[in-house]
């Protein structure tokens, strides 16, 4: 197997032979161990773990916004929520302590604030602190961290290793699609990533545009708040309802402690998740009817569900869309919102018009049309003054940019809850830095994958906003350890006994011969080592 020596082959320099100019570049501080860069969910989840399994380790948490929080301090629109039950969505080491199975927004933000207090990592945060490009060197084995304060000024910290908790998507901005006569429309046209928390909306007609989670939560909490509000979407989505509380958690609470409540109804999630999400992929036609007729006997015949609620694609071809004791059926069974499907033809002073004619009064646009996203929150990486090509590049079992040295990315499920793999890849990554210890080596790295494995997308859904961006993310491969399995029960195995050894993966030590290519084990001996590895 031929390997990526790092874009540039790895070199060591003795420091015993580093001459005056050399020592004089080098930082005069002594580099971090580790940076994690992202103080959301994922960011603060991973460092509450390294924390724990690493407690030696000196870390840094660098966050480009002012507060914390991610996405939840993000997003202020009405409705946000969980599109994942909290059983599974909390961390394991922090369970969800509130009666809730979907939660608000706000309720999950002060979950990640809680997790920052009682884990002391605020004075390891630097929030207002950018990450624009990290550089490594393969002469002195650090990564160059260059960071942009909100004051404009430029910093620049080392670290032997970064955690990558970014997210997916770019918080400056989120996907605004070109309306033909957007500037005739008279009143706001407003994303929900940047909502205006004093738009008053009481009594007034609003469209929102989009029919997936963000909409979905906004259009039962706008017709909540008084508004008359359509939901325009251009095809419908599967919709799925969950109680805001779990009827067998409050039967459990009756005799168990509240620890025991909390593991059996994770176990209890985690379970129907995973079936549920086989089942929709080997029967796809009977989980298509199950889900529109679970539609049809909430709605009744206010609204025509095979027009407005049955999906051209099969289920978790794209996501399934979560909401809570069913607000928003109940939102059009009364009148207060309806559903409108059909393709824009253009924004006039008043409203939408559509291309079958019909025209839709509006005093306020809501674009809930989606993310932009972006890997890595748009960071450039750099190998010894190269740029590093991220989608031409594999992703080493979801985790490890192929070629990249010392840096995991937490890159969570699609079709179970986020954190559920944000917290294996922290573990993992534990377990990683322990092993680097264990064979003293300063370097880790995947190198590059055989001609027999294909390169495929990183995420299989066909969602508008994931097939806009997939051609600036890097691909996963078509099986082990290329391949990123949607499988927490598979993940959770593959995290504790795949092999170390298993020929791509390759440990260097600083003061060894670096330029010397990784062993490389053949495929079917690779298979032969793991039995579930065709899994």
């Avoid at 409050?250 to 059996?264: A, D, G, I, S, T």
């Avoid at 889900?291 to 794209?318: A, C, K, M, S």
């Avoid at 092993?435 to 995420?459: I, N």
């Amino acid at each position: 197997m031929r390997a990526i020596a790092l874009s540039t082959k790895l070199k060591t320099v003795q420091n015993d032979k580093m001459n005056g100019k050399e020592k004089a570049t080098m930082s005069e501080v002594e580099p971090w161990d580790i940076i994690v860069v992202g103080a959301g969910l994922s960011g603060v989840g991973g460092a509450r773990v390294i924390q724990d399994l690493l407690p030696e380790k000196r870390f840094l948490i660098l966050e480009g916004r002012e507060r914390i929080g991610g996405t939840w301090d993000l997003f202020r629109y009405p409705g946000i929520r969980s599109d994942s039950d909290m059983y599974t969505y909390a961390f394991s080491f922090k369970p969800w302590a509130s009666h809730e199975a979907v939660a608000g927004g706000s309720a999950i933000l002060a979950y990640i604030e809680a997790l920052v207090r009682e884990g002391g990592l605020k004075p390891k945060i630097r929030l207002g602190h950018r990450v624009r490009r990290v550089s490594w060197s393969s002469d002195r084995l650090l990564w160059r961290v260059e960071v942009e304060r909100t004051s404009g000024e430029s910093s620049f910290l080392e670290t032997r290793f970064l955690y990558m908790g970014t997210g997916y998507y770019r918080y400056e901005k989120g996907y605004m699609p070109d309306f033909p006569g957007k500037e005739r429309f008279r009143g706001p046209i407003i994303h929900p990533q940047h909502w205006d928390a004093s738009l008053d909306v009481k009594n007034r007609h609003v469209v929102v545009i989009g029919s997936g989670a963000t909409a979905i939560g906004l259009v039962p909490a706008l017709a909540k708040a008084g508004a008359q509000v359509t939901m325009l979407q251009r095809s419908p989505t599967y919709v799925i309802s969950l109680p805001t509380t779990d009827g067998l958690a409050l039967k459990l609470r009756r005799f168990l402690k509240e620890e025991q409540v909390w593991k059996l109804m994770r176990l209890k999630y985690l379970g129907l998740g995973m079936a549920f999400y086989e089942w929709t992929r080997l029967m796809p036609k009977a989980a298509r009817r199950f889900l529109v007729e679970g539609v049809r006997e909430e709605i009744g015949e206010v609204v025509d569900v095979d027009i407005h609620f049955w999906p051209r694609y099969n289920p978790w071809d794209q996501r399934l869309c979560l909401i809570t004791d069913g607000d928003l059926f109940e939102a059009l069974r009364k009148g207060k919102a309806k559903v409108v499907t059909g393709e824009i033809a253009s924004f006039t002073e008043s409203g939408v018009l559509l291309r079958d004619g019909r025209h839709l009064e509006a005093d306020i646009i809501v674009s809930a049309t989606g993310l932009d996203l972006l890997f890595l929150g748009g960071i450039e990486i750099e190998i010894d003054g190269q740029k590093i090509d991220l989608p031409s590049r594999l992703l080493y079992r979801g985790m490890m940019i192929e070629g990249v040295p010392n840096l995991v990315c937490a890159f969570g499920y699609v079709n179970a809850s986020w954190t559920l793999r944000a917290e294996l890849v922290a573990r993992w990554t534990c377990r990683l830095l322990k092993e680097m210890e264990k064979r003293k080596s300063d370097v880790v790295f995947p190198s590059s994958h055989t001609p027999d494995v294909e390169p495929r997308p990183l995420v299989e859904l066909t969602s508008g906003y994931i097939l806009r961006a997939l051609d600036r993310f890097p691909k996963q491969g078509s099986r082990l350890p290329w391949r990123a399995y949607q499988n927490y029960f598979v993940d959770r195995l593959l995290e504790r006994f795949w092999p170390w050894d298993d020929g791509v993966l390759c440990f260097k030590q600083s003061l060894a011969e670096n330029e010397r290519a990784c062993p490389q084990r053949e495929p079917a001996q690779l298979k032969n080592s793991m039995k579930f590895a065709s899994v």
